[in-house]
């Protein structure tokens, strides 16, 4: 199988799926993308994904997208056709060739008052480009804010819509046991309005287990405001504000916690949620997170509803009062389920089953008609 791949860069949170998919034996795989990395993702500690036997091409000539959007019989998967230059210029190259197209694609069921015209847009952008795909593999797929309620709502076949997730590659961290004197809680992302920071902050302040420390790492605009809101909440003492930093430090940080909580008014998936998960952390994550997909309660973490207090401070209590887990086989299960050759062999298996072609149905035997002759 060729597959060909169309991204605006080397996503590290895909790569680890897609190296492994060129190791599976009969498949040649493509990763066509603008650029390597973004700079700001530079900045934010993010390195170079490793891409293993994957044959890159970066910014290919119109030339060369004509030639690998339009080989026979290959896989053609477009991340996004809204706003990315390159997936929608081998989408149009694409047409007309003996290929099969799939859309990837994060949620966008994102409530509030840009939904309707999300929507709309959506809507005439699956109009226009459904009939020539084969598929949309959905990245945040499940649940009342789903992707796949979002985009069969604009009129892709919901049976077409399948599940799909950000992968992230294993950390090499040894598991060793925490030891230290309190619990230790952990938000790591951006400080802006979006992942509502200050939602787990008022939760924090009403939850009655003095131990518990709350750490947050990231910056943005909402920084401030938010050591302000701690102060204001009595809780300066037991949070500390850490800056952005290297990928591997914030994973070892990761480790070190005994829980992460993403509060999130929407996330397309986030994938710290995989990378907690990894290292044995358990997550506690808004139902408005795509990676909420990857939660059972109870096991692996706890989903609350987007915006209340009170269910995240519940949902808090339910962690330190009730949650047991064994971190070294948490660790080990969410990596092989969420890892790269798992999630590799779960996407190929899905191309297969939107390949087959449509069973044709078999006509019931005509029995005890008129027109029945019976010679004996």
């Not at 492994?20 to 700079?39: M, R, S």
């Not at 302000?228 to 430090?249: H, K, Q, W």
């Not at 990857?294 to 269910?311: D, K, L, M, T, W």
């Not at 798992?342 to 078999?362: C, G, K, M, S």
């Amino acid at each position: 199988m060729t597959i060909v791949f169309w991204h605006s860069y080397l996503m590290f949170h895909q790569a680890a799926y897609i190296r492994e998919l060129a190791n599976i034996p009969g498949n040649t795989v493509h990763w066509c993308v603008t650029q390597d990395l973004p700079a700001h993702y530079r900045d934010r500690g993010y390195p170079l994904p490793d891409t293993g036997q994957v044959q890159v091409h970066q910014a290919p000539t119109p030339e060369q997208i004509s030639e690998l959007a339009t080989l026979p019989d290959s896989v053609q998967v477009f991340f996004g056709l809204r706003g990315f230059a390159l997936p929608l210029a081998a989408f149009k190259a694409s047409l007309g060739a003996p290929v099969h197209r799939f859309l990837m694609t994060e949620n966008r069921y994102e409530p509030g008052v840009q939904l309707l015209p999300r929507w709309l847009i959506y809507t005439w952008d699956a109009l226009r480009y459904r009939r020539h795909l084969r598929g949309v593999f959905c990245i945040g797929h499940s649940g009342r804010y789903g992707g796949a309620r979002f985009f069969s709502a604009c009129g892709y076949p919901r049976e077409r819509i399948v599940p799909f997730v950000h992968v992230v590659d294993r950390s090499p961290l040894p598991y060793t046991p925490v030891s230290r004197g309190h619990l230790q809680m952990l938000y790591v992302g951006q400080l802006i309005p979006r992942k509502r920071v200050d939602l787990l902050l008022q939760a924090f302040s009403q939850l009655d287990v003095p131990s518990a420390h709350l750490r947050l790492i990231g910056q943005g605009p909402e920084d401030k405001t938010l050591q302000a809101l701690a102060t204001r909440l009595g809780i300066a003492d037991r949070v500390s504000f850490s800056a952005s930093m290297p990928n591997a430090e914030t994973v070892a940080a990761m480790a070190d916690a005994d829980v992460l909580v993403l509060p999130s008014r929407f996330d397309g998936w986030g994938a710290v949620v995989n990378e907690a998960l990894m290292v044995g952390t358990p997550v506690i994550c808004s139902n408005r997170c795509g990676a909420s997909d990857a939660i059972e309660n109870g096991r692996n973490g706890y989903v609350f509803e987007a915006g209340s207090a009170p269910a995240l401070l519940e949902r808090l209590r339910n962690f330190c009062e009730d949650f047991h887990w064994d971190r070294a086989e948490l660790a080990r299960a969410e990596s092989t389920h969420l890892g790269g050759p798992a999630v590799a062999a779960r996407f190929q298996q899905q191309l297969t089953r939107l390949l087959a072609p449509p069973r044709t149905a078999r006509r019931p035997a005509v029995q005890g008609t008129a027109s029945t002759v019976v010679k004996r």
